[in-house]
């Protein structure tokens, strides 16, 4: 199998995840600062405080990325380093860490891809109402336009969110996540927010290409997971096509159309009301974009429950039971189905085709141990070569997918997880800093050589 000439290979980070230096050159609190020191939230009582120690390693996880020949790494901007408070004057400290990242990023032949917003909002704003705030989606905007105009001329490919639906409903929603509001009207207005937010971004994000990225998934029945051809019942269906609103269509359909599925209105009438909507909103939110950034890790399984309150972290699921698949899973208890990929892609491409797609991460954590000086991690070999073939798969049936970027190259903090889920081709051995590549990176390395499995 052998990919279009021009295909992007990559990995992806996040800064919470990876950074540490919390405390370093000016940077801000974080709601995931706040979050994660809160006893009870995360695994172990674990922080983000040294993470991978990035902050200080950079150029030897970069060297790293350009011996596993990345073409791309995909990296967000943590907020409260460029604004401490989340408005106001930039932090030059701040911004000259991303100098210094983007620069050797480039000397070494690889492409950046900026994300603005990947969960680490500045404390200050969320005990001004955070996402929940209108002003919070314009201070964003604010934000985005300092960083674009300092890496702006050399960085051309800018993600503005990364997978609002769990920023709004796991931070908002359910509380799994930062900052931890259990409001299901608090989650629905974060999430228009963040589109707002969104929209205001993109416009200020010129020149360059812009993408917005969401954790999107094919929802199935349980007996569609393992046959693509079954035909549900109508309730069944009625399930399906809701949950497809709730989770994608609530966050596509406004930034491609102008228009936000009945469903989620309908959803947000009988949780708080509208009014957070206003005049002109949609029309903002409607930005001009040029890629789909999909996260895609496996399917969400649901089926017609009749009488069931809707889940703390889908307001509007009434009625509806989340269930379980019939696959392996991984170390998360996520079920692997690679098709799903395929699946989800070409049907991204055909509601959305006037727009590009980029798969800007895909993974799996495995419990992996070093033996050796190796970490042989057959299960995330077998994973990665499964999704890849679905991707080749999806192109040819024609989705318009122009790169791959693996999660993660490191192994890191994995937000309520803590340390003890590893996702990254690469270990970390946290009490040294000690990385090694697994032989998932040394495939993949080679994956990219052959451009092709």
């Known amino acids: 199998m052998t990919f279009p ?14 950074e540490g230096a919390v405390k370093e050159d000016g940077r801000g609190q974080s ?18 405080d040294v993470a991978c120690d990035h902050y200080h390693r950079y150029r030897d996880d970069i060297a790293l990325m350009r011996e596993l020949r990345l073409a791309a790494y995909r990296f967000s901007i943590a907020w409260p380093r460029i604004q401490p408070d989340g408005s106001g004057p930039v932090n030059p400290r701040g911004l000259a860490f991303y100098d210094r990242l983007v620069d050797e990023l480039l000397a070494a032949g690889i492409t950046p891809y900026v994300t603005l917003y990947h969960w680490d909002l500045p404390q200050t704003l969320e005990e001004h109402g955070g996402w929940t705030s209108r002003d919070t989606a314009h201070r964003f905007a604010d934000y985005a336009e300092a960083v674009h105009a300092r890496l702006g001329d050399r960085v051309t490919d800018w993600a503005t969110l990364n997978e609002p639906w769990v920023a709004a409903y796991l931070g908002y929603g359910n509380g799994v996540h930062a900052p931890g509001r259990r409001d299901p009207a608090d989650a629905l207005r974060s999430a228009h927010h963040l589109l707002l937010g969104h929209g205001l971004a993109a416009r200020r994000l010129r020149p360059g290409t812009v993408m917005l990225v969401v954790n999107s998934s ?25 949950v497809h609103a709730l989770l994608t269509r609530q966050f596509l359909d406004p930034a491609l159309y102008g228009t936000y599925p009945p469903e989620v209105l309908a959803a947000a009438e009988r949780n708080g009301g509208t009014d957070h909507i206003r005049d002109g909103d949609l029309d903002t939110i409607k930005a001009p974009i040029d890629l789909i950034g999909v996260n895609y890790y496996n399917p969400c399984v649901v089926e017609s429950g009749p009488g069931l309150p809707a889940d703390a972290a889908w307001p509007g699921s009434e009625g509806v039971r989340f269930a379980t698949a019939d696959a392996p899973t991984t ?14 892609l070409v049907r991204l491409s055909r509601d959305y085709p006037r727009v590009g797609l980029m798969v800007t991460e ?17 299960d995330r070999v077998a994973y990665l070569d499964g999704h890849l073939r679905e991707v080749g798969r999806a192109i ?12 993660s190259l490191l192994d890191n903090f994995e937000w309520a997880e803590g340390y003890r889920r590893r996702f990254g081709i690469v270990h970390v051995d946290y009490a040294t800093q000690r990385r090694t590549p697994k032989d998932s990176a040394l495939w993949y390395r080679d994956v990219i050589v052959r451009n092709g499995l």
Do not use: C, K
């Open 5 to 18: 000439e021009d295909f992007v290979w990559g990995a992806a980070t996040a800064s919470y995840q990876i």
């Open 31 to 48: 709601i995931w600062d706040t979050f994660s020191h809160a006893p009870g939230n995360v695994a172990n009582g674990d922080t983000g």
């Open 218 to 242: 094919p929802v199935l029945t349980p007996a569609q997971v393992n046959d693509p051809a079954a035909v549900p019942g109508e309730a069944d269906a009625a399930a399906v096509e809701r």
């Open 331 to 344: 170390a998360m208890g996520w079920p692997i189905v690679p098709d799903g990929l395929s699946r989800l």
């Open 362 to 378: 895909n993974g799996a954590a495995f419990d992996d141990v070093v033996e050796n000086g190796r970490v042989h991690d057959r």
């Open 396 to 407: 040819e049936a024609g989705a318009d997918l122009r790169g791959y970027l693996v999660w």
